[in-house]
């Protein structure tokens, strides 16, 4: 009697092994980079034989240092820029921008690699190396290689990267003993690298490679090397670390800098290294796997995600279900591996301290493409959509950080470039330095929109968790007041002869990275009153009072805010019938990537086929007239948008097209390069396509395609203050369970049916198809 619970709960979890693991392993059987990370420290795992790389970020490891780039010729400018602008002579507009206005030095600072840690294994030919396995499991955030060479002794390296213990551990074994033997080394691009090597113990210290201002970032890498049985000892010219005869070893990689935060750079990189060692020197692997296991699926084990029944093809490798010569249609579950490596991504490039950039914490380059900064107008924010809806909102905590500090280097930016003195201001980039100066050139740069659009997900935070009442009082509500305050006194009176109704609009402004059209040998993309920034005024506005009414202050700047809301221009529709990108009806075709005329869609929701069809229409057009995208991040952005229009075959068709075409071998998202938006904008496709929760309703099932007709999830979190667990199949809906973790009524739509749920705070209740 007393043993058979026992044999039932080891049944029961091999057979759980077996059915989740489609969903939350990846494997290779050739090498591919395997990306790991504690949110600080990432590390690409490449499973290299005999020569095996790890490349090593720390996410403050950028260029330069802080400076004062603000144009203080910017104020000087605006009239007469805004006044070319009103007499469309936008080629003096932008030639006046580009002269008065951007930022000294105009390229801003880059993210940049810490090196890589070699270890050379004894020779042997790739050729001669039997069952190779190159895996990733997603549940547990670990990386494990496995091989056999010719003599029968199987090789296993087991790698994650401990956010508890702040180290990067792998450990490498044999199951003969003695057969453990490495040289272990650094390498680095970066500057004045310098190499020791003294006991267990491999050291490199260097600094930031210069790009357009002195650098100020010293860092230090060093990997503490323990044995089983065997050696380890100093090698080469005392630079390198020899293992040998070993039953195993272990390796932990500790990195740190002098950063403490944008205004102060005295950390002591020795310091912090030292002391992180130390504190895991006498953990065993063991103990620092089981933290590391633990603190990982605390987060990552919310979500479960089951889409369609496993086929053959699901259990093949990774790189081989995302080109399957009958699509992607033969395994859905791919898709549910997609959206729980989105998850996986988020939580290993962002915890604690910066968030995720444009290669998360997995950059090779001193000189990254487009410098893997902080890009503000569409793909942080796309890096953050799937945090609250895939339940992982911590992991914005440090994007929350960024903001409140981008704020006060923004203070400074909005007096000097605009010679406004109240609130504060951002531009299109920033970095760890916090910079807010338009940067580039005034083409791209010069779109003081971006704070306010970052500002979407600060509201929307407080949405998925509406008794966050402190954290709206404490830290978004002042930020937002002083945004709007900026916004106020930057918004100008359209001239009757340019709008007769005189909206209050931007000038200059853009619709980012969409070109205008040539105007006198220039391409332009500056103008007036573009769709997006009057949007993006719209919900900060809404947002804001919204906020003031819930914590009862500031009336009278609420009811300035509304009236000011109600002279912004209104969504239009221009002569083609799609929806106007800027005040003046331009002959352009828009950007083939940035879709910023249907941020109104999605990520905000002011259209909503819902409640409007004329304008969900319009859009529809719109985003037919784009055509195909090319790139991750703009498919992953249509995924979304055709989501919302409740069109899932067309999401589902983005999509395929994001996995098949824009992704790599392990599934990181293509942008000409490595870029992760895609991999968090196109995790949050899924999530919308199976269920959403904007405008008051929460609606189950909006835009699941034919191939997804059976599946189930579980720990989804909607708006209002609930988690979902829901079944389907044969295309229906069989149940959803609503936990409450602080809503207490929610409107619950099904196709065209809308039923009103009443819970207790923290209650639980279920819906099934005979409540709809
Ligand atoms: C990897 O596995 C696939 C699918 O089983 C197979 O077709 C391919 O030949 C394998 N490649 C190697 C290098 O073993
Ligand atoms: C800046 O604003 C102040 C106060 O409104 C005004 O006196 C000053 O002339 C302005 N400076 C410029 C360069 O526009
Ligand atoms: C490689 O490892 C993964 C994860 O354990 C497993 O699912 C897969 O079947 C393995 N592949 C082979 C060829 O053994
Ligand atoms: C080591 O593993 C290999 C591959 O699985 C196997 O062939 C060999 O017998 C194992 N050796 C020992 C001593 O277990
Ligand atoms: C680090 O490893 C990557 C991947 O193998 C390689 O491209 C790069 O050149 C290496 N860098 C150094 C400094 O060795
Ligand atoms: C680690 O273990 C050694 C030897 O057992 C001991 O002397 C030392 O105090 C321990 N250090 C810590 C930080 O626990
Ligand atoms: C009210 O809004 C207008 C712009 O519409 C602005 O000029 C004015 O300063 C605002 N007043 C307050 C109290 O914020
Ligand atoms: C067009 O460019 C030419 C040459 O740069 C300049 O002389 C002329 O003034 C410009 N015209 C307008 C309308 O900007
Ligand atoms: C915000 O916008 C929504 C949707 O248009 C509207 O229902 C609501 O009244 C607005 N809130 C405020 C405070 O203006
Ligand atoms: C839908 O939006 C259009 C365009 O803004 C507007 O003219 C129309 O009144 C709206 N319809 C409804 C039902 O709100
Ligand atoms: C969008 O347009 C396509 C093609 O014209 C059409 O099939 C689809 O029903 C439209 N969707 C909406 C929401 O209007
Ligand atoms: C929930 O409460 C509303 C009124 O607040 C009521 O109209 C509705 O019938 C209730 N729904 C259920 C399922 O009890």
């Known amino acids: 009697m007393g043993f058979k619970p026992l044999k039932l709960a080891i049944a029961l979890t091999c057979l759980a092994h077996v059915q989740v693991q489609a969903a939350t392993t990846m494997w290779f059987n050739k090498t591919t980079i395997i990306p790991i990370g504690n949110g600080r420290l990432g590390a690409e795992v490449f499973g290299q034989v005999p020569n095996e790389v790890l490349v090593l970020n720390e996410d403050h490891i950028w260029s ?13 400018a605006l009239p007469s820029v805004r006044e070319a602008i009103w007499n469309d002579d936008l080629a003096t507009a932008q030639n006046t921008v580009d002269a008065s206005c951007m930022a000294n030095p105009i390229s801003q600072q880059v993210f940049q690699t810490a090196g890589n840690l070699t270890l050379a294994f004894p020779s042997v030919t790739t050729s001669s190396i039997t069952a190779y396995n190159h895996t990733l499991d997603l549940a547990t955030a670990i990386a494990t290689t496995t091989y056999t060479t010719r003599d029968g002794v199987q090789f296993t390296r087991t790698s994650f ?63 503490e090397i323990s044995v089983v049985g065997g050696s380890v000892q100093p090698g080469g010219n005392g630079d390198t670390l020899v293992v040998a005869g070993a ?54 084990g919310r979500v479960d995600i089951t889409l369609g ?51 998360g914490i997995w950059n090779q380059e001193t000189n990254p493409e ?203 529709i221009n002569s083609k019938g799609q929806i106007q990108e800027w005040g003046r009806d331009y002959n352009s075709k828009g950007s083939d990537a940035h879709i910023s005329n249907l941020y ?35 498919t992953a952005w249509r995924a979304n948008c055709y989501a919302r229009l409740l069109d899932g075959e067309k999401a589902y068709y983005f999509m395929k097209r994001l996995l098949s075409l824009y992704s790599y071998d392990n599934l990181w998202s293509a942008n000409l390069v490595f870029q ?41 979190r909607v708006r209002g203050g609930f988690t979902v667990d829901m079944t389907w199949s044969g295309g229906k809906l069989e149940n959803a369970v609503f936990k409450s973790t602080s809503g207490t009524a929610a409107n619950v739509r099904y196709k065209d049916k809308v039923v009103r749920l009443n819970l207790s705070k923290g209650g639980q209740t279920t819906l099934g198809i005979s409540d709809f």
């Open 247 to 300: 039953n195993e070893a272990v390796i932990r990689i500790a990195i740190d800098t002098n950063y403490v935060r944008y205004n102060d750079i005295s950390g002591n990189p020795e310091a912090k290294v030292s002391g992180t060692l130390a504190a895991v020197r006498n953990k065993t692997w063991q103990e620092l796997r089981d933290a590391h296991v633990e603190d990982h699926s605390g987060l990552f």
């Open 64 to 76: 330069g240092s802080m400076n004062d780039p603000n144009n203080k010729n910017c104020p000087r």
């Open 600 to 634: 109104p869609l999605f990520p905000s929701a002011q259209i909503d086929p819902r409640l409007n069809t004329t304008l969900a229409q319009i859009a529809n057009v719109t985003l037919n007239g784009r055509g195909d995208s090319f790139n991750g991040w703009p």
């Open 161 to 223: 990267a401990s956010h508890p213990d702040n180290v990067i551990v792998m450990k490498i074994s044999a199951n003969v003993t003695g057969k453990v033997g490495f040289e272990a080394k650094f390498t680095t691009p970066m500057d004045t690298p310098a190499f020791s090597a003294s006991g267990n113990s491999l050291t490199l210290t260097g600094r930031g490679v210069k790009h357009t201002l002195p650098v100020s970032i010293t860092f230090l890498a060093r990997a």
């Open 370 to 572: 487009w410098g893997s900064k902080y890009t503000l107008n569409i793909n942080q924010q796309m890096n953050s959509w799937l945090s609250e809806p895939l339940n992982i909102a911590e992991t914005l905590d440090p994007l929350w950080n960024l903001i409140s500090e981008l704020a006060e280097r923004g203070k400074v930016t909005a007096l000097e470039e605009y010679n406004i003195t109240r609130g504060w201001i951002g531009h299109h980039n920033t970095g760890i330095w916090r910079d807010s100066a338009p940067i580039d050139a005034a083409y791209y740069g010069m779109w003081p929109m971006a704070p306010a659009w970052l500002m979407l997900n600060v509201y929307e935070h407080y949405k998925f968790e509406p008794d966050n009442v402190d954290w709206v009082k404490n830290f978004a509500y002042p930020l937002m007041k002083d945004l709007c305050e900026f916004y106020l006194d930057l918004l100008v009176v359209a001239p009757k002869n340019v709008e007769p109704q005189q909206y209050l609009v931007t000038n200059p402004s853009m619709s980012p990275e969409s070109g205008i059209g040539t105007y006198n040998g220039t391409q332009v993309s500056l103008s007036y009153g573009s769709t997006i920034d009057n949007s993006l005024l719209r919900d900060l506005f809404n947002h804001t009072v919204e906020f003031a009414t819930l914590l009862g202050v500031d009336g009278d700047f609420s009811a300035n805010l509304t009236s000011t809301m109600r002279r912004l221009m209104p969504i239009r």
């Open 309 to 359: 029944t496993p086929t053959k093809s699901t259990y093949l490798p990774t790189d081989i279900r995302r080109t399957l010569p009958g699509g992607a249609d033969a395994d859905a579950d791919l898709f549910a591996l997609y959206a729980q490596y989105g998850r996986y991504l988020g939580i290993a490039s962002s915890r604690k301290t910066e968030p995720s950039n444009l290669q």
């Open 676 to 716: 992760i938006d895609a991999n968090f904008g196109g995790a949050n496709a899924v999530a919308e396509m199976i269920l959403q929760s904007h405008n008051g309703e929460v609606h189950l099932l909006p835009a699941i395609p034919s191939a997804w007709a059976s599946g189930s999830v579980k720990g989804f």
